[in-house]
Nanobody, 119 residues
Framework: QVQLVESGGGLVQAGGSLRLSCAAS????????MGWYRKAPGKQRELVAT???????NYADSVKGRFTISRDNAKNTVYLQMNSLKPEDTAVYYC?????????????WGQGTQVTVSS
């Protein structure tokens, strides 16, 4: 059974940093692009950043220059380094990955990790 497990959220002051991790486990054959999304109260879920298996990245305009996405393909893990955090970055952050096993292909989501940035 495939799972995505996130860690690294928390409370930080504006201007601070946090690093999120998301590890995929199970009988994994391949993982395509991995990404981070976030959902703030009263807002729709939005894309934060994605990274392909080859390392190509894409960022939301609101986080460019502050956040960095990376991945370790050997560990099936994706990271999100968040610097210069702002109160508007407060949200639940979700990891996403389309994963292929020997028997199926599915779009998996993590359970979410809360990031709170105080002013």
């Amino acid at each position: 059974q495939v799972q995505l497990v996130e860690s690294g959220g928390g409370l930080v002051q504006a201007g601070g940093s946090l690093r999120l991790s998301c590890a995929a486990s199970g009988s994994i054959f391949s993982i395509n692009a991995m990404g981070w999304y976030r959902k703030a109260p009263g807002k729709q879920r939005e894309l934060v950043a994605t990274i392909t298996s080859g390392g190509s990245t894409n960022y939301a305009d609101s986080v460019k220059g502050r956040f960095t996405i990376s991945r370790d393909n050997a560990k099936n893990t994706v990271y999100l380094q968040m610097n210069s955090l702002k109160p508007e970055d407060t949200a639940v952050y979700y990891c996403n990955a389309p994963i292929t096993t020997m028997t199926s292909a599915w779009d998996y989501w993590g359970q979410g990790t809360q990031v709170t940035v105080s002013s």
